[in-house]
């Protein structure tokens, strides 16, 4: 069974940075095209980066150039660098596949505020 464990989020303020981990475990992580997403409050949950099993990485248009998402293939693991946070990156985020999500893990709160 594929799970997701979402790691590394918090308060910070704006301009600062988090560093966002995601354990996966239940599928063979290397082979899929995986992605962060994010869900603020009274919103859509929208999918903020990917990143493919060769390490091509995309980005929404709102984080790109804040943003670097990356992967360890031997870790099972993924992680997002987030620079210049701002109030409106504040929501709950999620790691998941890009083509036929799984079933979603807790996720991991991110709230920029001063």
């Known amino acids: 069974q594929v799970q997701f464990v979402e790691a590394g989020g918090g308060l910070v303020q704006p301009g600062g940075s988090l560093r966002l981990s995601c354990v996966v475990s239940?599928?063979?992580?290397?082979?899929?095209?995986m992605g962060w997403y994010r869900q603020a409050p009274e919103k859509q949950r929208e999918l903020v980066a990917s990143?493919?099993?060769?390490?091509?990485?995309t980005y929404a248009d709102s984080v790109k150039g804040r943003f670097t998402i990356s992967r360890d293939n031997a870790k099972n693991s993924m992680y997002l660098q987030m620079n210049s946070l701002k109030p409106e990156d504040t929501a709950v985020y999620y790691c998941?596949?890009?083509?036929?999500?799984?079933?979603w893990g807790q996720g991991t709160q991110v709230t920029v505020s001063s």
């Open positions: 998941n596949k890009v083509n036929g999500p799984a079933p």
């Open positions: 990143i493919t099993g060769g390490h091509t990485t």
């Open positions: 239940g599928i063979t992580f290397r082979v899929y095209h």
